[in-house]
Every structure is written in C-alpha cells, then in structure tokens.
C-alpha cells in the first residue's frame, strides 16, 4: 500500500481557531505549500498541498506537531488542532501558546492509546463545555469495535463542530492528501506562498493593527498616548536624574521610549 491510496492514506489538517486573515501571516512564515480556507465561526483549516513526511523521512505526526507549534507560538492567542493520519495510527495534537503540546493517539482498528488526561486537558484548553462536551469525548476513548481511527477522528470534527468548526464540504479527515488538495482548490482555498521576510512582517502588522490594540498603535489615539508619554517621561526623567533616584530616572526613560516609538512607528505606518 502507498502513502496516497488504500484504506490507511497518510495525510494532516490543521484547524486554527482564528479566521483566515490571522492565520494567514503566521502560516506563510512557515514556508510550506498549504492551502488556507475558513471553517466556520473563528475558524480556519490549512492543508498542506504537498507530502513533506515522504520527502524528510519523518513521521506525519511529527511533521504536523512542528507546524501547530510554531503557529501557537507565533499566534496571537488562538490554538491549532493538528489532525493526522497514517497506515498504523491516526491521532490529535493540540498546540495553544508557549504550553506543552496534547496529544491523543488511536491504532489504525480505533484502539485508543492515548491517556483520558490528555484528552480532559485538550477540552480544557479549547474552553470546551466541561460537562457535555467531555462527555461526547469520552467514548473516543475507550474501545469500539465498530470504530476504526478514521471513525475516531470524525468524532473529534464533530465535538469541535460545538464550538463553531464547519469544514468545507468534502473536507473530512482520514483522506488521502492528494484528494484533500483537490478538494480543497475545489471549495476556493487560497494557495499561501512565501514571499519574503518584509512582506510576512508587514502582513503581521497589519493583523495586530486590526486587533483590539490597533487603536494604541496607529492613528489618533495612539499619537495622544504617545504624546502622554513623553509629557510625562521628560519631566520624570529630569527629576529622577536630578535626585540620582535610578528607579525613577528608569521608569522616565521607559515612557520616553515608549512614547518616541509609538509616535515614530506611527509616523512610519503612515507613510
């Protein structure tokens, strides 16, 4: 059996709980070939377009669980639910922030390998309910004659359906990675390339921007606070250095600093 055909295919979906303009920045800085399409309310899925684990020798699972890291670490705030699949096993990873990665393992026949520590925690992390939600996670782990892993992994698609994930028509765990691509070009997935560090870096700001923050960051209200901070940096500064008090000459040169880069990045987005 190949890596592409037969009842065992190998292949990965990576659901993101973000919409796809802040997942795209952080997936481009992977410089992978994926496919970027939403998946419902504050969800995303990218799947890769090529079969990375054949060419690097490394396991799927291993492959995928770099990808879902580097995106939580890089994300601002949001979690990745790494699905993967091969010919002996099929399993979950869930990477959130600088946190220890979960993960949940089934054999190819659905026997689950996994520790139910593991899967309460990926509840909890997901901020699932913890009564109804973990009670339908419950029966992926323990023993099912009738469910094999492709079984296993559509059940966890429909816990995450609770919480607002919707793949794409078609779009369903367990297939083989050519037809996942296929698919998904099919349904209007966006292609992601890499495009250079400048880009990726301006793509980033561009999302912060267009965060709760961006207000702070760009435009009238950030030039009033930086101004703040200048007005009250200087004078502190000033008397800090005067009284030979370091605390407070710091805390001054902490509000001159801030407030000369808040006006000076504001400047430089403008122009």
């Known amino acids: 059996m190949n890596a592409t055909s037969g009842p065992n295919p190998v292949g990965a979906l990576l659901l993101c709980r973000a919409d796809p303009p802040a997942v795209r920045p952080p997936a481009q800085l992977l410089r992978e070939h994926l496919l970027l399409a939403p998946a419902g309310d504050d969800w995303s899925v990218l799947v890769p377009e090529g079969k990375p684990w054949l060419h690097a020798g490394e396991p799927v699972e291993q492959v995928v669980t770099g990808w879902a890291t580097a995106l ?18 099929a399993g979950l990873t869930l990477a959130a922030g600088f946190r220890r990665t979960v993960g949940y393992t089934w054999l190819a026949d659905g026997t689950p390998v996994g520790e139910d520590e593991a899967m309460r925690t990926f509840a909890a992390r997901l901020a699932l309910d913890p009564v109804l939600d973990v009670q339908a996670l419950e029966p992926l782990t323990v023993p099912d004659p009738d469910a094999d892993a492709h079984t296993r992994l559509l059940g966890v698609v429909a816990v995450l359906g609770r919480v607002g994930l919707a793949l794409p028509t078609g ?97 430089l987005r403008e122009g």
């Not at 965060?211 to 007005?231: M, S």
């Open 171 to 267: 779009l369903l765990p367990g297939e083989s990675a050519d037809r996942l691509r296929s698919v998904a070009l099919a349904q209007g997935a966006e292609q992601l390339e890499w495009s250079g560090w400048r880009d990726a870096v301006r793509a980033e700001l561009d999302v912060v921007e267009g965060g709760p923050l961006g207000p702070y960051l760009r435009g009238p209200k950030a030039r009033v606070l930086g101004g703040a901070q200048l007005a009250a940096g200087v004078p502190l500064l000033v008397w800090g250095l005067g009284r030979r008090s370091g605390g407070w000459a710091t805390a001054g040169a902490l509000l001159v600093a801030h407030g000369a880069f808040g006006l000076a990045y504001d400047r």
């Open 72 to 89: 939580a670490v890089s994300a601002a705030g949001w979690p990745v639910v790494a699905l993967w699949w091969d010919r002996d096993r």
